[in-house]
């Protein structure tokens, strides 16, 4: 007697159980078979991360007092200064996917009539499971004397030991720190992370959303701006100063001579009685001069201690 016909929905069952049997075979095939060629077997991820690789090394022809513009999106960024009139920039990059990634981000580097360009240009990323693990350092070599503009999307910026000229450092998220800086314009700007400098002769303007601020002296204007953290500097000369912080002391050193007509409001105001203050004093704000008066020196923090000391 012939064998009845299987209803419609068990052949479809048996057809896609068929299907992934297939499947699991092949799979388990790749799996045992011995890799194609005979080339030693990559190094455990960990060993690739801890190592980092040199991607790209580029000299260039430059002159002092040309400038240097660095437009990047997430690396760490040193500029280094020294003699001569040539210019080198080179890229490390870190991770098992640093290569890869270095040439999706399209990095270049040209010089063109008195300024060095040193910037990425990735495409849009699409949608993408799982972390990217890729980590670069762009190091440029100048002058002593030039021009520097640094704009990073999130990464730490260093300069130095020492530049003579404008300074831009603007980034979104990393500590900043530079040596001794002598221009028209120093401006420094992040959004989370701390500054450090060493000394600093110009028009200063430091800004940063949440980290510290240590500065070693500054010669000039000077505004000092910190949405959270403590905030400590020296004031070579009496110029017009302004510092705010939202949350964080203020400790500022005064040069022999230096007088200023000061504002100070904060937790708890102090100054030297070196500094020969006059005006009224209130536990937490004081309005007079110091040294004779001069220049106005403002200082406020929502929280924290105020204190003026004499150099």
Do not use: K
Not at 21 to 48: Q, T, W
Not at 122 to 144: H, K, N, S, W
Request: no cysteine; net charge neutral.
């Amino acid at each position: 007697m012939p064998t009845p016909p299987r209803p419609r929905f068990q052949r479809l069952a048996l057809l896609v159980l068929g299907a992934l049997l297939v499947a699991l075979g092949a799979d388990r095939l790749a799996e045992a078979a011995p890799p194609a060629s005979a080339e030693a077997p990559a190094a455990p991820p960990a060993l690739l991360s801890a190592a980092a690789d040199e991607l790209f090394r580029e000299s260039f022809d430059v002159r002092p007092g040309d400038d240097l513009v660095v437009d990047l999106g997430s690396e760490a960024v040193v500029v280094e200064t020294g003699s001569g009139d040539r210019a080198l920039v080179t890229v490390e990059g870190r991770g098992r996917d640093a290569r890869r990634e270095f040439e999706r981000r399209r990095f270049t580097a040209r010089a063109t009539r008195g300024r060095l360009d040193v910037r990425t240009d990735p495409p849009r990323r699409g949608f993408r499971i799982g972390r990217t693990d890729a980590q670069f350092t762009v190091t440029v070599r100048v002058p002593e004397r030039f021009n520097v503009s640094v704009d990073v999307g999130s990464g730490a910026v260093r300069v130095g030991p020492s530049l003579r000229g404008d300074l831009l450092v603007d980034t979104g998220s990393g500590a900043v720190r530079v040596g001794d800086v002598t221009g028209g314009r120093i401006e420094i700007e992040t959004g989370s992370g701390a500054v450090r400098a060493g000394r600093l002769v110009g028009n200063v303007s430091i800004d940063t959303g949440s980290g510290a601020v240590a500065v070693g002296s500054v010669d000039g204007p000077a505004s000092i701006d910190t949405g959270s953290g403590a905030v400590s500097l020296t004031l070579a000369s009496a110029a017009e100063t302004e510092v705010d912080t939202g949350s964080g002391s203020v400790s500022i050193v005064l040069a022999r001579g230096a007088g200023f007509d000061v504002e100070l409001d904060g937790g708890r105001v102090s100054i030297d009685d070196a500094l020969d203050f006059r005006g009224r004093r209130e536990r937490r704000e004081v309005e007079g001069t110091v040294a004779g008066g001069g220049p106005r020196l403002t200082v406020d923090t929502g929280s924290g201690a105020v204190r003026l000391r004499a150099q």
